[in-house]
C-alpha cells in the first residue's frame, strides 16, 4: 500500500481529474479523501492506493502531469500520523447497553447519541484500530456505520504545504465547486 | 475598452500568433463566428469537425507552431474526439476551440449540449470551461501555453454561448504562471557523469531516436553526438527526418516493421540511448526479452515515461536538445568501427530480400510507387501518410532528409488522418511540395476533405496506394488467421472521377513504367491531383515482428534468392 498527500487547486472537476487518472493508468484507490487546507484554493487529498514502489513512482509522475495538481508527496515510508474517522451505530438495549459503553472506553472512543435500542459511536484513530473496534461491537449488532477513509500528515516540522499557492487569478472561483469536501473510501 | 468574449477569443488567438483556424460554425460558437470577419485569420471551412482537427495537427507537425481548430457544441465536439486523441498520442500541439451551450443551461441536457470537457479528460493534456468572458484570454494563453511547452499536447478550451457574447474590461494577461505545471526539469551532474560512464564502456551501443529530436529541435545535436560518440541510429517511425536518412550512422527504421538488421542490431546492442521516445510495443516486441544484455539511457522530457515499460539505467528528465548539448563535453571521441561494420554485414542479407532488386514481374508495387515519388521528387517533399500498409513502406522507401518532412499518426494510427494532415501542413507550409499517400480504405474515411482542398484551392498532390484491401488487416489475416479475409475486400468507387466531381484533377496508374511520368505531371499541375495507383492486392510487409514477439523474430520476405524457412 502506498499513501500520497496530494495538493490540488480546488476548482470544479479536479477530483474528477484525480480519479479519472487513477482508472485510465489502471490503478485501483483503495482509500480517497478531501478536504480544505489553510490555504484559500488549495484543497488536500490523501489517496492510498495497493501498489508497489515502481508503480507508486509512475502515479507521482503521472499526478504531476495534471496541471491543477500542484504537490505530490509519497507518504508511505515517512513517520506519519495516519487518522480515519468513524461513526458507528450499535444496538444496545438495557442489558447490553453497559458492556458496549465499556467497550467504547477501552478504545478511547466517544458516545455521540442514545436512544433507547441504540447508540452511536464515534472514534478516530488508524484504520486498524477502527477495524478492531468494529469487530468487537459486530456481536452487539452493527446497524450502520460511516467512514471518512484514512488522512495523514507527516510527524515533525517539514510541511507539505509551504509555498504553495494557486496559480495566479485562478479562474471559476465564484462558482459552486462540485469537489470540495467530498470524503469516501472505494 | 469594453469587448465581447467572442472578441477577446479573436483578439488573444492573434496575440497567441494564430493565423489560421480550421472549423466549422454551429449554434453555440456562432458569436464567434460573427467576430471573426474583424480580425486577420485565415479560416479554412473543413467537410467534418475531425478533419479539422487534424488539419491542426498537420499544421502544428509540419510547422512547429500550435494549430487551432473550432467547432460548435455537441456533435461538433465529439467529432473533434478522433483528432484530439491521435495528437494527444504523437504530442502534438493543438488547441481545439468548441462552443459550449449557456452557461445556465449546463447540466440541463440542452439542445446540443455534451460534457466535451469530460469526455476529452483523458485526451486533452489539459482542457478549460470558460463561462465567462473575463475569463476567456486567460484560458487561450494557458491553452497555448501549455500545448506547446513540455511535452506539446492538445488542449480544449470550452466557451458557453453568453461567455462569447456578453462583455467586459478586455486585458491581456500577464505570461502564465501555473503553479501546478512544470515542464522544465533538469538532471543533476552525477546523473549526466554516469550517463557518460555508460557511454564510454559501451561496446555495442544503439541510439533509439523518436518524435522527440524532432520535437525539441535536436537533430544538430543528435548528429554530432552521434558522430562523436561514434554510436549508430536506429529510428522510431515518428522519429523519421530527425537525422536525415542519408547520413552514415542512420540504420533506418526498428520495430515491428523495421529493418531486420535494425532490430538485430538492437537485440544484440549492450548500451541503448533512448532519445525523445518512449518504448511503444511496436518498437519493442517480447518486453521480456528486449534487449537483454543492453543497459538503457532514457533521455526524455515526460517524466512519467521514465521506467514506464523499461526499467533504465539512467533517466536524464528535460529538454531533449538542452540535455544533449550539456552532455556533449563529458563524452569524449570514439570509435567503434567494429561495431558499425558488424552491423552492415548485417544489412546484406536484407538487401537481396528487398523488394526493389526483385526481378521485375511487371505487378505493380506499392513498395515502387513509393520509391519512385521519393526519387521524383528529391526526397525533399513533405508526405502524409495515413494507415496501414502503405504507411510502413513509406517508412521503408521514401527516405527523408529533414526533420517534420514525415507527417503520420504513429500513436492512434487513426486511418482518416492523412489528407486533412496534409491540408493543415500545406496551409502551414505553403511552399512546402506535400504528398499525401494514403490506403485506398483510409482515403474514404475523410475523402470529403477533397471538397475543402478544391474551396481553398490547396494545392498538393494525394498517391492512392489501392490495393483493394484493407491491406494491414488482410495481411494480419493472412499471417495469423488463415487467410480467411473477413470484412477487408473493398469495393471501390472510381477515384479519379471521384477527384473530378470535386474538381481536381484525377489519373490512374496501373504499370510500373506510368508511375514517374504521373507523378511529375501531378508536379507540375497547379492545383491538386489524385491518383489512384492500382498495386498488388496481396502484397505484405516486411519484416513484420507479431505482435508481442520476440525483435529478433521477424517474418522476412520470401524471396527467389533467399531461403526463408529458417527464420520465418
Ligand atoms: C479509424 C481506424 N479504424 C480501423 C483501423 C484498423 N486498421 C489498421 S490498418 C487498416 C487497413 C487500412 O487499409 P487501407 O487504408 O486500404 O491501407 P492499406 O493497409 O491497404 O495500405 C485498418 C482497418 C485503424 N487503424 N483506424
Ligand atoms: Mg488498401
Known amino acids: ?67 491543477n495538481v500542484l504537490r505530490v508527496d509519497n507518504v508511505t515510508s515517512a513517520p506519519t500520523v495516519l487518522r480515519d474517522l468513524a461513526l458507528i451505530k450499535v ?72 509555498g504553495i499557492s494557486t496559480s495566479n487569478g485562478a479562474t471559476h472561483t465564484e462558482h459552486p465547486t462540485d469537489d470540495v469536501s467530498v470524503s469516501y473510501s472505494v | 475598452m469594453k469587448k465581447t468574449g467572442a472578441q477577446i477569443l479573436w483578439e488573444s488567438l492573434v496575440r497567441e500568433g494564430a493565423t489560421c483556424v480550421f472549423g466549422y460554425p454551429g449554434g453555440a460558437i456562432l458569436p464567434a463566428y460573427d467576430a471573426m470577419l474583424d480580425f486577420p485569420i485565415r479560416h479554412i471551412l473543413v467537410r467534418h469537425e475531425q478533419g479539422a482537427t487534424h488539419m491542426a495537427d498537420g499544421f502544428a507537425r509540419a510547422t512547429g507552431n500550435v494549430g487551432v481548430a473550432m467547432a460548435t457544441s455537441g456533435p461538433g465536439a465529439t467529432n473533434m474526439v478522433t483528432g484530439i486523441a491521435t495528437a494527444m498520442m504523437d504530442s502534438s500541439p493543438i488547441v481545439c476551440i468548441t462552443g459550449q451551450v449557456g452557461s445556465k443551461l449546463i447540466g440541463s441536457d440542452a439542445f446540443q449540449e455534451t460534457d466535451i470537457t469530460g469526455i476529452t479528460l483523458p485526451i486533452t493534456k489539459h482542457n478549460y470551461l ?65 550517463a557518460a560512464e555508460l557511454i564510454h564502456a559501451a561496446k555495442r551501443p544503439v541510439i533509439l531516436a523518436g518524435h522527440g529530436i524532432v520535437l525539441s529541435g535536436a537533430t544538430d545535436v543528435v548528429r554530432r553526438f552521434a558522430e562523436r560518440a561514434h554510436v549508430p541510429v536506429a529510428m522510431t517511425l515518428l522519429g523519421l527526418g530527425g537525422l536525415a536518412a542519408s547520413h552514415p550512422l542512420n540504420l533506418g527504421m526498428m520495430g515491428m516493421h523495421g529493418e531486420a538488421w535494425v532490430n538485430t542490431a538492437i537485440q544484440e546492442a549492450d548500451l541503448l540511448l533512448a532519445f525523445g521516445m518512449r518504448f511503444d510495443d511496436r518498437v519493442t516486441g517480447n518486453l521480456k526479452t528486449y534487449a537483454p544484455q543492453a543497459r538503457k539511457i532514457h533521455i526524455e522530457i515526460d517524466p512519467a515515461e521514465i521506467n514506464k515499460n523499461v526499467k533504465v539505467d539512467v533517466g536524464l528528465v528535460g529538454d531533449l536538445r538542452d540535455i544533449l548539448e550539456e552532455l556533449l563535453p563529458y563524452v569524449g571521441a570514439c570509435d567503434r568501427t567494429e561495431w558499425i561494420d558488424h552491423i552492415s554485414h548485417l544489412k546484406g542479407d536484407s538487401a537481396v530480400r528487398d523488394i526493389q532488386q526483385l526481378p521485375d514481374s511487371g505487378h505493380l508495387y506499392a513498395a515502387h510507387v513509393i520509391h519512385d515519388i521519393w526519387k521524383a521528387t528529391n526526397g525533399e517533399a513533405i508526405v502524409v501518410t495515413d494507415v496501414g500498409q502503405h504507411q510502413m513502406w513509406e517508412a521503408q522507401y521514401y527516405h527523408h532528409e529533414e526533420p517534420r518532412s514525415l507527417i503520420t499518426s504513429g500513436g492512434l494510427g487513426t486511418m482518416g488522418f492523412a489528407l486533412p494532415a496534409a491540408i493543415g501542413a500545406k496551409v502551414g507550409r505553403p511552399d512546402a511540395e506535400v504528398w499525401v499517400i494514403v490506403g485506398d480504405g483510409g482515403f474514404q474515411m475523410t475523402m470529403a476533405e477533397l471538397a475543402t482542398i478544391a474551396q481553398e484551392n490547396i494545392d ?69 491531383v489524385v491518383i489512384d495507383f492500382q498495386v498488388e492486392q496481396e502484397d505484405s510487409v516486411f519484416p513484420m515482428v507479431p505482435a508481442g514477439a520476440d525483435l529478433h523474430a521477424m517474418i522476412r520476405r520470401p524471396s527467389a534468392i533467399v531461403e526463408t524457412g529458417a527464420d520465418v
Not at chain 1, 58 to 65: G, T
Not at chain 1, 128 to 137: M, Q, R, T, Y
Not at chain 2, 493 to 504: K, M, S
Open chain 1, 1 to 67: 500500500m502506498n499513501t500520497f498527500v496530494v495538493l490540488v487547486e480546488n476548482l470544479p472537476g479536479v477530483l474528477t481529474r484525480v480519479a479519472s487518472l487513477f482508472r485510465r493508468r489502471g490503478f485501483n484507490i483503495e482509500s480517497l479523501t478531501v478536504g480544505h487546507t489553510q490555504t484559500p484554493g488549495v484543497s488536500r487529498m490523501t489517496i492510498a492506493v495497493d501498489t508497489d514502489e515502481l508503480g507508486a513512482r509512475r502515479v507521482e509522475a503521472n499526478l504531476y502531469k495534471l496541471i
Open chain 1, 91 to 162: 444496538t444496545a438495549t438495557p442489558e447490553t447497553r453497559a458492556h458496549v459503553m465499556q467497550l467504547v472506553e477501552v478504545y478511547r472512543a466517544r458516545v455521540v447519541d442514545v436512544s433507547p435500542s441504540s447508540l452511536v459511536v464515534e472514534i478516530t484513530g488508524t484504520e486498524e484500530k477502527i477495524d478492531s473496534l468494529i469487530e468487537v461491537l459486530r456481536p452487539y449488532g452493527v446497524l450502520e456505520m460511516a467512514r471518512t477513509g484514512t488522512i495523514a500528515m507527516v510527524r515533525g516540522g517539514t510541511t507539505s504545504t509551504e
Open chain 2, 460 to 528: 498538393l498532390n494525394v498517391a492512392i496506394i489501392n490495393n483493394g484491401f484493407l491491406g494491414m488487416v488482410r495481411q494480419w489475416q493472412e499471417f495469423f488467421y488463415e487467410r480467411r479475409y473477413a470484412a477487408t475486400p473493398l469495393v471501390n468507387p472510381d477515384f479519379t472521377r471521384l477527384a473530378e466531381a470535386f474538381g481536381l484533377k484525377g489519373a490512374r496508374v496501373r504499370s510500373r513504367a506510368e508511375v514517374v511520368p504521373t507523378v511529375q505531371a501531378a508536379r507540375e499541375h497547379a492545383g491538386t
Open chain 2, 130 to 194: 470558460v463561462t465567462r468572458p473575463d475569463d476567456v484570454a486567460r484560458a487561450i494563453r494557458e491553452a497555448f501555453y501549455v500545448a506547446r511547452s513540455g511535452r506539446p499536447g492538445p488542449v480544449l478550451v470550452d466557451v458557453t454561448k453568453d461567455a462569447q457574447q456578453s462583455s467586459c474590461e478586455f486585458e491581456w494577461p500577464a505570461e502564465p504562471t501555473l503553479t501546478g505545471y512544470r515542464p522544465n526539469h533538469w538532471p543533476s551532474k552525477p546523473e549526466f557523469e554516469r
